[in-house]
């Protein structure tokens, strides 16, 4: 018999609907750049994770004559094989197989005969001792001496670019998402503002009947908040299909680097709440706002 | 039955914005269970009074004190305790177009906090007491004056208000109602509510015999039950 419906008509607010489609908006950009921020964050992660420790010596092929010289190649790597299973604070120093190789490259190059004609360099795979202090400027100079056809990549230089290049994206996401939260609650202010004023005398008669402020920020709070979530809904629904056309795109890309993007069970679940703070937020900002805005009257 | 005063006015002044006083040094008491009338002619200031009598608006001098608390000095959140034992029958009613007759007269008892099983049994006999029974559902626009009259009057005594005050509550009722209606209020003034109503009905003021406030260009006179006003207090 009794309709669980708000004391306040809100259903005759001009500006109702226009907060689910703003807040749709909001919430399609908030899910779209926490999801494009955590999977740089993921994948960093995965990188600095198998990369650090370890270095990479390349010994460049030989010409004799002008024509590659597979012997004198193999010598000088060997001769760097020694050099670094000398340096203290190496844990292990590997040449890489021919078959390791061309397993590398297969992703990028492709596998058969074309691999076999390539003056492929040969490749050391070195692993450094943890905490140990490697002076690898000198271990350069040493390896340049011995062995000139030997360049050394220490991966540390290109993941740091990455790390900052990824710390300048957060910033700009927790900027964007700043702005986003910020909009959202003026957003609702303004609705709330125009709604209070729109039902100024149910207002009075509820203050009349002995209501509290709290007892009108509430039913404000639960409908800004339905009218939120009509909003949230949908746009995280939006980016959905986006991040999953994206995720096959990035797997298609072989080679082992945008493939490892993923996001794990609290990543997931991080984005699934986004709807729901959302909601939340704009509650809770028009149960403030009106309780502000109620003070001043008698 | 009359005992302590619950309503007490002291040289209270009222005017709106910069405008002259609508009210002037308004003194009276009401003692508790106490029955009176409001009159005075139209523009003599019955429903600033009244407002300030449901606390809609502060006065602009003098004290008021309702069930002994100096209204003016109560912090903010103590005023939906005090408005909660007043029970108002608005002239127009101001019922919630959008809600049920019986939500309208739920009104007090959900924002007091009322546990809804409690609501329904006492919303329901009560609109079946003042008639609106077959219109439990009914919205107001599709009822008509004299059953809106009834649902204002419903949800402003749900409460059981301690002080009940009502502004021409039998303005668009038949002298046969209107009577129906006075005998709901003196029972419900035997029962220990204070009651004041503002009317214009010079027959009603006859039959129920109670004294009187009378306003006359924003001062007040009060007057026992059956007095003649004397014209000379008009300014």
Same mark, same amino acid.
């Given at each position: 018999?009794?309709? #669980?419906?708000?004391?306040?008509? &809100?259903?005759?607010? +001009?500006?109702?609907? &226009?907060?689910?489609? @703003?807040?749709?908006?909001?919430?399609? &950009?908030?899910?779209?750049?926490?999801?494009?921020?955590?999977?740089?964050?993921?994948?960093?992660?995965?990188?600095?994770?198998s990369l650090? *420790?370890t270095l990479t010596v390349q010994i460049l092929p030989?010409?004799?004559?002008?024509?590659?010289?597979r012997?004198?190649t193999m010598?000088?790597a060997e001769?760097a094989l020694?050099?670094l299973? #000398?340096?203290?604070?190496?844990?292990s120093a590997n040449l890489l197989t021919d078959r390791q190789m061309k397993e590398l490259l297969k992703p990028w190059i492709g596998g058969g005969?074309v691999l076999d004609?390539l003056p492929l360099p040969y490749l050391i795979d070195v692993r450094?001792?943890?905490?140990?202090?490697?002076?690898?400027?000198?271990?350069?100079?040493?390896?340049?001496?011995?062995?000139?056809?030997?360049?050394?990549d220490?991966h540390?230089?290109?993941?740091?670019?990455?790390?900052?290049?990824?710390?300048?994206?957060?910033?700009?996401?927790?900027?964007?998402?700043?702005?986003?939260?910020?909009?959202?609650?003026?957003?609702?202010?303004?609705?709330?503002?125009?709604?209070?004023?729109?039902?100024?005398?149910?207002?009075?008669?509820?203050?009349?009947?002995?209501?509290?402020?709290?007892?009108?920020?509430?039913?404000?709070?639960?409908?800004?908040?339905?009218?939120?979530?009509?909003?949230?809904?949908?746009?995280?629904?939006?980016?959905?299909?986006?991040? @999953?056309?994206?995720?096959? +795109?990035?797997?298609?890309?072989q080679g082992g680097l945008?493939?490892?993007?993923?996001?794990?069970?609290?990543? #997931?679940?991080?984005?699934? @709440?986004?709807?729901?703070?959302?909601?939340?937020?704009?509650?809770?900002?028009?149960?403030?706002?009106?309780? *502000? @805005?109620?003070?001043?009257?008698? | 039955?009359?005992?302590?005063?619950?309503? /007490?006015?002291?040289?209270?002044?009222?005017?709106?914005?910069?405008?002259?006083?609508?009210?002037?040094?308004?003194?009276?008491?009401?003692?508790?269970?106490?029955?009176?009338?409001?009159?005075?002619?139209?523009?003599?200031?019955?429903?600033?009074?009244?407002?300030?009598?449901?606390?809609?608006?502060?006065?602009?001098?003098?004290?008021?004190?309702?069930?002994?608390?100096?209204?003016?000095?109560?912090?903010?959140?103590?005023?939906? /305790?005090?408005?909660?034992?007043?029970?108002?029958?608005?002239?127009?009613?101001?019922?919630?177009?959008?809600?049920?007759?019986?939500?309208? %007269?739920?009104?007090?008892?959900?924002?007091?906090?009322?546990?809804?099983?409690?609501?329904?049994?006492?919303?329901? /006999?009560?609109?079946?007491? %003042?008639?609106?029974?077959?219109?439990?559902?009914?919205?107001?626009?599709?009822?008509?004056?004299?059953?809106?009259?009834?649902?204002?009057?419903?949800?402003? %005594?749900?409460?059981?208000?301690?002080?009940?005050?009502?502004?021409?509550?039998?303005?668009?009722?038949?002298?046969?109602?209107?009577?129906?209606?006075?005998?709901?209020?003196? /029972?419900?003034?035997?029962?220990?509510?204070?009651?004041?109503?503002?009317?214009?009905?010079?027959?009603?003021?006859?039959?129920?015999?109670?004294?009187?406030?009378?306003?006359?260009?924003?001062?007040?006179?009060?007057?026992?039950?059956?007095?003649?006003?004397?014209?000379?207090?008009?300014?």
């Amino acid at each position: 018999m009794f309709r #669980k419906t708000s004391d306040l008509p &809100f259903s005759k607010d +001009a500006l109702g609907w &226009f907060l689910p489609f @703003m807040v749709m908006l909001m919430v399609f &950009f908030a899910t779209l750049t926490t999801a494009g921020t955590l999977s740089l964050n993921s994948m960093l992660s995965r990188w600095s994770r198998s990369l650090s *420790g370890t270095l990479t010596v390349q010994i460049l092929p030989f010409e004799t004559d002008g024509r590659i010289d597979r012997k004198r190649t193999m010598q000088e790597a060997e001769e760097a094989l020694a050099v670094l299973r #000398k340096t203290p604070g190496i844990a292990s120093a590997n040449l890489l197989t021919d078959r390791q190789m061309k397993e590398l490259l297969k992703p990028w190059i492709g596998g058969g005969a074309v691999l076999d004609d390539l003056p492929l360099p040969y490749l050391i795979d070195v692993r450094l001792m943890p905490d140990a202090e490697t002076d690898l400027d000198m271990l350069r100079t040493l390896l340049k001496n011995r062995t000139p056809n030997a360049t050394m990549d220490v991966h540390k230089l290109w993941l740091g670019k990455l790390i900052a290049l990824t710390r300048r994206l957060d910033g700009l996401a927790s900027l964007l998402l700043t702005l986003v939260i910020t909009s959202t609650s003026i957003i609702v202010i303004y609705v709330t503002i125009s709604s209070l004023s729109v039902h100024k005398p149910v207002i009075e008669l509820l203050h009349l009947t002995g209501a509290h402020d709290s007892y009108i920020a509430v039913q404000y709070a639960r409908r800004m908040g339905f009218l939120a979530f009509c909003g949230a809904l949908p746009g995280f629904l939006f980016v959905l299909p986006i991040l @999953m056309t994206l995720s096959s +795109a990035v797997a298609g890309i072989q080679g082992g680097l945008l493939a490892e993007a993923r996001f794990d069970l609290a990543a #997931k679940m991080l984005l699934c @709440m986004i709807p729901l703070l959302a909601t939340v937020l704009a509650s809770l900002t028009a149960f403030w706002t009106v309780r *502000g @805005m109620l003070r001043r009257l008698l | 039955m009359t005992g302590q005063n619950i309503v /007490e006015f002291d040289g209270v002044g009222l005017r709106y914005g910069q405008g002259a006083e609508v009210l002037r040094d308004i003194a009276f008491a009401l003692p508790e269970g106490s029955f009176h009338f409001l009159t005075g002619e139209s523009g003599a200031g019955k429903t600033s009074l009244l407002s300030l009598l449901y606390l809609a608006r502060p006065q602009t001098r003098g004290q008021i004190r309702l069930f002994g608390y100096n209204v003016a000095a109560l912090p903010r959140d103590r005023l939906p /305790e005090i408005r909660r034992s007043i029970g108002v029958v608005f002239q127009d009613f101001r019922l919630l177009d959008h809600l049920s007759a019986t939500d309208n %007269v739920a009104l007090p008892l959900r924002v007091a906090g009322y546990p809804e099983s409690e609501i329904a049994k006492r919303v329901n /006999e009560l609109l079946i007491w %003042v008639g609106l029974g077959n219109h439990l559902n009914a919205t107001p626009p599709t009822l008509s004056g004299g059953q809106k009259q009834s649902v204002a009057i419903a949800r402003a %005594v749900i409460n059981r208000p301690r002080l009940l005050v009502a502004d021409e509550p039998t303005g668009n009722m038949d002298d046969k109602s209107a009577a129906r209606l006075m005998r709901l209020f003196v /029972e419900l003034n035997r029962r220990g509510t204070t009651v004041i109503i503002a009317t214009h009905n010079e027959g009603l003021i006859r039959s129920f015999p109670f004294p009187r406030l009378h306003l006359t260009n924003g001062r007040l006179g009060v007057y026992p039950a059956g007095a003649v006003i004397r014209e000379a207090f008009r300014v």
